[in-house]
């Protein structure tokens, strides 16, 4: 994928020179890297998809504005594809609710009287809800970090009930965010991160709920229904220390917007969509989905299904998106490839 991404950067972008890369245990260090954008042409922002462009540049003109990533220069930004994937479809909310909906199947309509005509981006927060969220529904929201999904999308399901789909995009990553408190160097007793009944007995034993005061364990334990963790054995380690980590967190999210009476959204899902060729997030997925028990408030899907979904539109607009995310993202061995959910 990085092969194809850097040569449609050389070839149809017409950019040749590299970017320079930070070495990441080297301060002051750079390294040359192809799929970056050098200096000059970082403020074109190339990846993005040009109609949207002005809208993924400008996000301060949205109502829910958005920090674009510093890693937006880069020809595999998560961030730039899930932009490319999903923004061309929701300035179009009619055309989005009948191509979104062959995936997410109970969607009716795009609720465009919520967050930005229906959608916003890196969210964790509605802010007719909640004009100051403080540090958000799980407390872990600073200027700098935070639990957010890199889109939500409102609808009206087929019964007129306000839904909230929100939504993680992986490209090329091979793992999810991992334990931030479990990598801490604040945490000074890994140890116990190691026995993953004990965390769940006494929640004080995990970093973020004893020294950063997160409302990850509180939610947990007030909906067991949703996060059944009567499995996890002594010698375990704690389920989320590794790639289920953001899941959970995510997850987390969706169910305080679910559960609580202050805001409208009355079911709430979460989802991952992947690159088709990338199969390396499928044990984290699959271990998650079994924690939560097949719960249909988790699932997977890749964006091809979008953009098959797509291809039945007349829009000349939509027609042309399809044809240029093809050729960008979907080298032709990637076509052919499906989603397990």
Request: net charge negative.
């Amino acid at each position: 994928m990085y092969e194809h991404l850097v040569e449609y950067k050389w070839h149809v972008l017409k950019v040749t020179e590299p970017g320079l890369y930070e070495h990441p245990r080297k301060k002051g260090t750079f390294i040359e890297y192809d799929a970056m954008f050098p200096a000059a042409e970082q403020d074109k922002l190339h990846p993005v998809y040009r109609p949207v462009v002005d809208m993924f540049r400008n996000p301060r003109d949205l109502r829910y504005s958005f920090k674009v990533h510093e890693m937006a220069v880069h020809m595999a930004s998560s961030q730039v594809a899930c932009a490319n994937l999903f923004l061309p479809l929701m300035v179009k909310p009619v055309i989005a609710a009948r191509v979104l909906s062959k995936i997410k199947t109970d969607m009716d309509e795009i609720a465009t009287d919520r967050l930005d005509g229906g959608f916003a981006i890196e969210f964790w927060n509605d802010f007719d809800v909640l004009p100051k969220p403080g540090k958000g529904l799980l407390r872990d929201h600073t200027p700098f970090a935070g639990t957010d999904s890199d889109i939500a999308i409102a609808y009206r399901d087929k019964d007129g009930v306000l839904c909230l789909w929100l939504i993680e995009h992986k490209l090329t990553e091979a793992e999810f965010t991992t334990c931030g408190g479990y990598k801490s160097k604040r945490n000074q007793d890994k140890e116990r991160c190691k026995h993953g009944a004990q965390v769940v007995a006494d929640p004080n034993m995990c970093h973020y709920q004893s020294a950063c005061g997160y409302n990850y364990w509180n939610i947990t334990n007030e909906n067991r229904d949703v996060f059944p963790l009567d499995d996890i054995g002594e010698d375990d380690a704690c389920p989320f220390k590794g790639g289920m980590n953001q899941l959970w967190r995510n997850q987390l999210l969706a169910t305080a917007i679910e559960r609580s009476p202050d805001w409208p959204y009355k079911r709430v899902y979460f989802s991952v969509v992947h690159h088709p060729g990338n199969t390396h997030l499928d044990e984290s997925m699959t271990a998650f989905k079994r924690l939560v028990r097949e719960s249909d408030r988790f699932s997977w899907f890749t964006p091809n299904r979008i953009i098959d979904a797509a291809k039945s539109e007349q829009d000349a607009g939509i027609r042309d998106w399809v044809k240029w995310y093809e050729e960008l993202y979907f080298p032709r061995s990637e076509l052919t490839r499906g989603s397990p959910k």
